[in-house]
């Protein structure tokens, strides 16, 4: 599903920020990415998602060789996926309802599947009797849980989760987890980049450090953060 080899990636300010990085993630998998700031992280997803280029090294992501991928098909790519943002970045002005049904007009679906689509999603989340209220009427945790139902919408074989609890109550980020699991659980590969040590001990799932922009350790959460 995703496949990085020998990739080096350097800003124009000079910054490496990663250097001869190789990761293979198989479908189905899931996934925690941790290191420091600056390590790494944000450049790797960046790279997943087509917002960066590597200067050097080979990335296949869902069968695509990404050099070969054109700009245009960029957008078709990114379908393929979900993505969970650590600031919710939903639309204030818009219900929860048409904060998910967004997602899915924005890639032609019709109002009949629309209709019959996010009340699915939204009750997987526990967000059924929500669908009236706007974003600023929720709990961080219910907000955080209307991206999860967005960036689920559309079916996406893989969810990228960036931070995905670093703006909610450290009660409610398992609640977060519990429900990522749970989507894994259905098939759905899971990649989520998180500095919370105590998730990351308590769900016993693979773990990839980097650190200075370079896998350090892959393996189980005891071998990582013990």
Not at 43 to 48: A, M, P, R, S, Y
Not at 83 to 98: A, E, G, K, S, W
Not at 103 to 128: D, E, F, T, W
């Amino acid at each position: 599903m995703i496949e990085f080899k020998n990739v080096s990636k350097t800003y124009a300010n000079g910054t490496r920020a990663l250097r001869n990085f190789n990761l293979s993630v198989d479908k189905g998998e899931f996934v925690f990415i941790v290191g420091s700031s600056g390590a790494g992280k944000s450049t790797f997803l960046k790279l997943i998602m087509c917002e960066e280029r590597p200067e050097s090294g080979e990335i296949v992501v869902n069968h695509h060789k990404l050099s070969q991928v054109k700009q245009r098909d960029i957008p078709y790519l990114r379908r393929t996926m979900g993505i969970v943002f650590q600031d919710f970045r939903l639309i204030n002005h818009m219900t929860v309802y048409d904060n998910v049904a967004f997602a899915m007009r924005v890639v032609g679906a019709s109002n009949k599947v629309i209709r019959k689509r996010v009340p699915y999603i939204l009750g997987m989340v526990g967000l059924q009797d929500k669908m009236k209220r706007k974003p600023p009427e929720l709990s961080g945790g219910e907000q955080q849980r209307v991206g999860l139902a967005r960036a689920l919408v559309n079916n996406p074989k893989m969810i990228i989760a960036d931070e995905p609890t670093g703006n909610i109550d450290p009660e409610l980020s398992f609640e977060i987890v519990d429900l990522l699991s749970e989507i894994n659980r259905r098939g759905t590969t899971i990649l989520m980049v998180t500095h919370e040590h105590n998730l990351v001990r308590h769900f016993n799932r693979r773990i990839v450090e980097i650190q200075s922009g370079t896998v350090v350790a892959d393996s189980a959460a005891e071998g990582v953060l013990a």
